[in-house]
């Protein structure tokens, strides 16, 4: 009789990693990529009037600047058995045409200064995006298999269930850091604003509720409910 092959939900691989197609360098790369995005939702610095807008700003584009130039570095000193580098992804050609016509537009725009440099409050012009941009590329030429993917899942899972755990302890009247102190209001947790708040929970909900319902493993199932 043929046994029947159980299929792995999803993330019942997760965190193991053992993946010999990837060297050091592209582990540094991918890893540095991924918890900077991580930590993004939950840096603040509250010397800033403006949701913590410049500070989340500056520590998304400085640390991806830098990875972004190793990144380039290594690209170009690397020798490669295959050919090279080539965009990959489903958004790659998207983001390309994106990046190129921000940067037409910010030439062509009636204060370039402003466009490149984003406005005062947020500071998250022309050079933002690219970063963002930047990042994606950087994530998508570094992961291999599944098991990048499921790391990658995992972290974002992890940065989203903070998030949502402080909103319901702000929610209920119980925030440890002070902030909150009207109990049944808009929560903002790490974010300083509600909005963003809810619009980083709604991206990962649909996610967070696929893999708690498919996991056989209680810390991932609760983590991914959490950050629902």
């Known amino acids: 009789m043929s046994e029947k092959k159980n299929k792995k939900p999803a993330f019942d691989s997760i965190p193991t990693v053992s993946n010999s197609q990837k060297n050091w360098m592209e ?4 890893l540095s990529v991924a918890i900077v995005l991580a930590l ?3 840096v603040y610095d509250t010397s800033v009037n403006r949701v913590f807008d410049i500070g989340k700003a500056l520590y998304l584009k400085l640390p991806i600047a830098v990875i972004a130039f190793l ?3 290594y690209r170009l000193t690397e020798r490669h058995e295959t050919k090279s580098y080539e965009p990959s992804g489903t958004f ?3 983001l390309l045409m994106l990046g190129l016509s921000s940067v037409v537009a910010t030439i062509l725009s009636i204060d370039p200064w402003m466009s490149a440099v984003g406005v005062y ?4 012009g022309l050079h933002g995006l690219l970063t963002c941009i930047a990042a994606y590329f950087i994530l998508t030429s ?3 298999n599944k098991t990048d993917s499921n790391i990658l899942l995992f972290i974002v899972l992890l940065s989203s269930a903070i ?5 319901i302890l702000q929610w209920t009247n119980h925030d440890p850091l002070g902030w909150f102190d009207e109990p049944y209001g808009k929560v903002y947790s790490f974010l300083g604003n509600a909005n963003f708040a809810g619009n980083l929970l709604a991206l990962v909900c649909p996610l967070s509720l696929f893999i708690g319902y498919t996991t056989e493993k209680p810390f991932i199932r609760n983590l991914a409910f959490i950050s629902a």
């Open 27 to 30: 582990w540094i790369l991918f």
């Open 40 to 42: 993004i939702p939950l």
């Open 71 to 73: 990144w380039a570095f």
């Open 92 to 94: 790659a050609l998207p």
């Open 121 to 124: 409050e947020r500071q998250f």
């Open 142 to 144: 570094t992961m291999k």
């Open 163 to 167: 998030v949502g755990g402080y909103a």
